[in-house]
C-alpha cells in the first residue's frame, strides 16, 4: 500500500509546525542563554564584592599593621633616647662631681659669697635651732676679720651671744651647734646626700647640655 500523497495544504502546515519548534528551540537557548549570562553577571559581581571586602580587610589589617609598627619604633626611639640621655646625665654627673670641692672651696674664699652663706645659714639655724646656746665653729684659719664678720651678722640676728670656736679639722664652711642639735655646711655635709646633689646638678643643666 502507497503513502497517500501530501497536499499543499498539508506540506505548508508541516513547514509552520517545523518553523514554530525551531523558533521555540530558538527561545528557549535565547532564555537559556540569558539566564546564564545573568547568573555570570552576579557571580562576577559576588565575586567583585567579595574581592573588595578582601582588599578592604587586607588595606585595614595593613594600616592596623603599620600603626602598630610605627607606635612600636617610636617607642624603640624613645626608649633609645631616654637610655642615651641617661648615659650622657650619668658622664656629666661623673665629671661635674670631682669639680663640686673645688667650686664650694672656690665660693668660701670669695668674702662677699661666704658672707652670703653664712647668712643663709645663720637663717636657717634661727628657724631649726634653739634661739640660745649656739656653738659656731669655724675654719682654725681665719682672720679676725672674717670672725668679726660672722659676729656681726649674729648680731644682725639677734644671736650675740653665740659663742666662736675655731677648729682646726674645718677648711671650707660654719658647723651650728645647740642643744644637741647640728646645722653642717662644710663640703662633707652638703655632698652627703649624693641623690640630691646629683638631681640638683642635672636641673640646673640647661636643656641641651647633650
Request: with cysteine.
Amino acid at each position: 500500500m502507497s503513502a497517500p500523497a501530501s497536499t499543499p495544504v498539508a506540506q505548508s502546515q508541516a513547514d509552520a509546525l517545523i518553523d514554530e519548534i525551531a523558533r521555540q528551540v530558538t527561545a528557549q537557548r535565547q532564555a537559556i542563554l540569558d539566564a546564564a549570562e545573568r547568573e555570570a553577571g552576579e557571580i562576577r559581581a559576588r565575586a567583585r564584592d567579595k574581592a573588595r571586602r578582601q582588599m578592604r580587610r587586607a588595606l585595614a589589617d595593613l594600616r592596623t599593621a603599620e600603626r602598630q609598627r610605627t607606635r612600636q619604633v617610636r617607642a624603640e626611639l624613645e626608649t633609645r633616647a631616654r637610655h642615651h640621655e641617661a648615659a650622657r646625665a650619668l658622664d656629666l654627673l661623673a665629671a661635674a662631681w670631682p669639680a663640686l670641692d673645688a667650686a664650694i672651696a672656690r665660693r668660701w674664699r670669695d668674702a662677699r659669697a661666704r658672707d652670703r652663706w653664712l647668712d643663709a645659714q645663720l637663717a636657717l639655724a634661727q628657724a631649726r635651732l634653739p634661739r640660745a646656746g649656739w656653738v659656731l665653729r669655724h675654719p682654725a684659719g681665719w682672720a679676725d676679720a672674717e670672725c668679726d664678720a660672722l659676729r656681726a651678722l649674729l648680731a644682725a640676728r639677734g644671736a650675740s651671744d653665740a659663742v666662736l670656736e675655731a677648729d682646726p679639722r674645718l677648711r671650707v664652711g660654719l658647723v651650728i651647734e645647740a642643744d644637741g642639735v647640728r646645722l653642717d655646711s662644710t663640703p662633707q655635709a652638703l655632698l652627703a646626700d649624693r641623690g640630691f646633689v646629683e638631681a640638683a646638678l642635672l636641673a640646673a643643666l640647661p636643656a641641651d647640655h647633650g
